[in-house]
């Protein structure tokens, strides 16, 4: 019984660590190192997250933004094209999402599906790092 219930308890733990998807760990760098301002334009490099219940996946696409809100979204396919997300999109307020440090608010469309947009390349670079050195006994 003991190892039972310690097995289930693991697996809900890996299952939850697995379902944050990619955004987790970007809101963690963009947290850490900051952003670039999304100015207005089409991005060809953002990944989307979607958000179904329990499950959560990362796709790579495209992003355009106008007056600072996001206000279409592309879908890029294993083959280097791209589709779009054919169908009102909105933050869960019903008005156009904004972005706040890389990262649009939590979306959602027609379908009900759930997504945020990361915009990858507006993450600032890492700081600079002084190089250590070790002992003698590395020369």
């Known amino acids: ?10 697996s809900f733990m ?13 809101k963690e ?5 900051g952003a670039y301002t999304v100015a ?9 997250q979607f958000d179904e219940g329990p499950d959560a996946y990362c796709v790579s696409g495209k ?5 600072g ?20 999109i909105s933050n869960m307020q019903g008005q156009p999402a904004s972005i706040e440090n890389g990262i649009s608010e939590k979306m ?5 599906e759930v997504f945020w947009v990361i915009f990858v ?3 600032k670079p890492k700081q600079k790092e002084y190089k250590t050195v070790g002992g003698p006994d590395d020369i």
């Open 63 to 67: 992003a355009r933004v106008e007056n």
């Open 121 to 123: 390349e507006k993450l």
């Open 40 to 48: 207005d334009d089409m991005h060809r490099k953002v990944y989307i």
């Open 29 to 33: 760098a963009f947290k850490k190192r």
């Open 14 to 26: 890996v299952t939850g660590a697995f379902s944050q998807g990619c955004l987790g760990a970007w």
């Open 108 to 112: 959602r469309n027609e379908q009900g």
């Open 69 to 88: 809100k996001v206000v279409s979204v592309f879908l890029q396919f294993e083959d280097g094209t791209y589709e779009l997300m054919d169908m009102k």
């Open 1 to 10: 019984m003991k190892r039972t219930l310690l097995l289930l308890f693991f």
